[in-house]
């Protein structure tokens, strides 16, 4: 396939590369040999040798108009396949010139700015791909791949430049060598390229766009001369650097082999209204908007872009994205299942089936305009906090002799693989993950009975504007391998409360030790206190509970609308959401052995969903209880 004819010949031009540069001074006088010159002093410029043939009276037209007479007149050492085309043709180049000229550009922030030469498609993709550096000649028997000046690799035989054949070849001039075509090359756009040649795409073509960072090459920029001490140069050569590139993928590159699902402007405003208000931040927030609609945007395309030599089986059964993780907590994620079948938005499968496709230099473009990429699969994802992760829990603490003071004692442990306890075999291996959970445990104080346990878990990456399903996994005693007694195999009742940061921050000067001013107030926790969800059968009312004697996994919050975001797809954001669980336990139930004011957590799972009816028709399914990705 063409597409890849260039990837696999820059193997050669790599290999060559060393050996051509060696050689190159002395095939290059060699060239003077036959042609009547003692030296490259003798030998008309490229500029003198188009202005001498006929033939190219069209293509020097063209020349002139973009400025590329000081190009090809320039003692840079260049190769010039100078190509025969009719003045339609150079008129429709030069009209393109001058619309690109003039036209101003709308950028993702709303500036406007004219397009600069070294982006304007008059040049990169007529005059540069005509062009390469330093004089190149061929032998009777010849083939190598040839860098051109945009970037493109091109297969150069010793009678055509990747099929269109010399009607003259070896000609030599003082800054290079020229060669005359039939026609002009057809011009093959990369990746990058594709999606700002596609009208439908424009908005795609602009978010790349506010990250382009240009960075002038000297080693590889044609030189005019020195003026006043300073090169001056005739086509200045830069090279593109792009945050998205090193998040995303190198989609530039001519040496890559990259797919792209591009989605259209259309599904892009589409998709942006629907995400924004996943982003929706506190007032304290530095720069709060743009990063929220930055965050937007980097939804819509995250999940897009795939490296095709990473791909197994020809990507028949399954594909993975860039974004791809290969580790079992990351299960499921970035990955999309029979892409070339049916496509079927309920399974995701299929998400190639129909669209329309774009071969380029560099891989494939596909134009999505109905949202095929789940965000279910790339941002917004089922996650879970393991209680032994320090980063993600806090302890709340109480007052002794007018001093802040630990609540609780918190102890990590491991647990067995599995147990027989009454009759039943109880695997914890399957559903404890990573074999860990904190035995959380009240800590007393001279003059201070403390008889309840109490823990803060923070939930990271959490949306704004969806519905979470908050579940807790709770083990009994005999999980540790340490021994027990059957005393200690009790169940323990607690209470949930929820607290979600505050979209402005309070100033109150509280003294209250378990007081955070961006969260809604410790110290009012009854108006956050939940309730059992329905359908939850561990415990009734405000209380849950455990059974005691096997791994609960217990839903403390269901359908619950968040209003505030705690993520971002291109830095950090604090936890927007956290849970207080405490144990409610009295004392005789703990004296007469009925309960334990004890709490072994294994983690927290918290699942989103787009629609409250999807949370609340949701019920967690043991079987996957290992597939949420910790954070």
């Known amino acids: 396939m063409k597409t890849f004819k260039y990837i696999s010949s820059l193997a050669l031009a790599l290999a060559g590369a060393t050996l051509a540069l060696m050689s190159c001074a002395d095939e290059w006088d060699n060239h003077y040999n036959g042609h009547g010159f003692d030296s490259a002093a003798d030998a008309p410029s490229l500029l003198e040798l188009v202005k001498a043939d006929k033939d190219l009276s069209e293509f020097l037209r063209v020349a002139e108009h973009v400025g590329y007479d000081k190009v090809l007149s320039s003692p840079q050492s260049l190769t010039l396949w100078a190509p025969i085309i009719t003045s339609a043709q150079a008129d429709s ?41 330093y004089g190149r000649s061929v032998s009777s028997v010849y083939e190598d791949s040839i860098r051109m000046m945009n970037g493109k690799y091109m297969v150069l035989s010793s009678n055509s430049l990747n099929g269109v054949p010399f009607l003259a070849k070896n000609i030599v001039a003082s800054n290079g060598v020229m060669y005359k075509l039939g026609s002009k090359e057809t011009f093959f756009p990369n990746v990058r390229e594709a999606m700002a040649l596609n009208s439908n795409t424009d908005s795609l ?63 892009w405003k589409r998709e942006y209204e629907k995400y924004s208000k996943y982003f929706n931040y506190v007032n304290k927030m530095e720069n709060r908007d743009s990063v929220a609609a930055l965050n937007a945007d980097m939804a819509i395309i995250r999940g897009r872009v795939f490296n095709l030599n990473q791909q197994h089986n020809n990507y028949e059964d399954s594909l993975i994205n860039t974004s791809y993780i290969n580790n079992s907590a990351y299960y499921g994620l970035n990955v999309f299942q029979n892409p070339k079948a049916a496509w079927n938005p309920e399974t995701n499968e299929g998400i190639l089936n129909g669209l329309e496709k774009t071969v380029c230099s560099n891989g494939l473009v596909y134009i999505d305009n109905e949202g095929r990429i789940d965000p279910k699969l790339t941002f917004m994802q089922d996650r879970y906090i393991l209680g032994t992760n320090m980063r993600h829990r806090g302890t709340p603490r109480i007052m002794v002799n007018s001093e802040p003071q630990a609540q609780v004692s918190i102890i990590n442990r491991t647990s067995r693989d599995s147990i027989e306890y009454n009759g039943q075999i109880i695997n914890f291996k399957d559903v404890l993950q990573e074999g860990n959970y904190v035995e959380i445990a009240p800590e007393n104080y001279q003059n201070v009975v403390n008889r309840n346990s109490s823990i803060y878990f923070y939930l990271p990456n959490t949306l704004s504007g969806v519905y ?5 996994v709770m083990v009994p005693a005999f999980a540790n391998n340490d021994g027990y007694s059957e005393d200690q195999v009790r169940p323990t009742r607690f209470n949930v409360y929820r607290h979600e940061r505050e979209m402005n921050v309070r100033s109150d000067g509280t003294t209250d030790p378990n007081e955070d001013l961006e969260f809604a107030r410790p110290n009012l926790d009854n108006r956050h206190i939940l309730s059992l969800p329905e359908g939850e059968t561990h415990g009734s009312g405000t209380n849950f509970e455990t059974t005691g004697n096997q791994v609960d996994v217990i839903c403390i919050d269901k359908a619950f609308h968040t209003s505030v975001s705690g993520m971002n797809a291109i830095g950090t954001v604090d936890p927007a959401l956290r849970y207080r669980l405490t144990t409610a336990v009295r004392a005789s139930e703990i004296n007469n052995n009925l309960m334990t004011n004890i709490m072994r957590i294994n983690r927290i799972i918290y699942i989103a969903f787009e629609t409250e009816e999807e949370a609340k028709a949701y019920q967690l399914d043991l079987s996957n209880i290992n597939e949420y990705r910790e954070q």
């Open 205 to 267: 073509a602009a978010y790349y766009r506010m990250f382009d960072v240009y960075e002038l090459d000297e080693s590889s920029s044609v030189q005019m001369g020195v003026v006043d001490g300073e090169v001056v140069y005739a086509d200045s050569v830069t090279n593109l650097s792009n945050l998205l590139y090193d998040r995303l993928g190198f989609i530039q590159r001519e040496d890559s082999a990259y797919m792209f699902i591009a989605p259209t402007t259309e599904l």
């Open 468 to 472: 979470y399903n908050v579940y807790v």
């Open 93 to 133: 180049i030069i009209n393109l010139y001058d619309e690109q000229k003039r036209t101003l550009v709308t950028m993702p922030d709303g500036s406007q700015r004219n397009t600069k030469d070294k982006d304007n498609t008059a040049i990169t993709q007529f005059m540069q791909n005509h062009m390469a550096l």
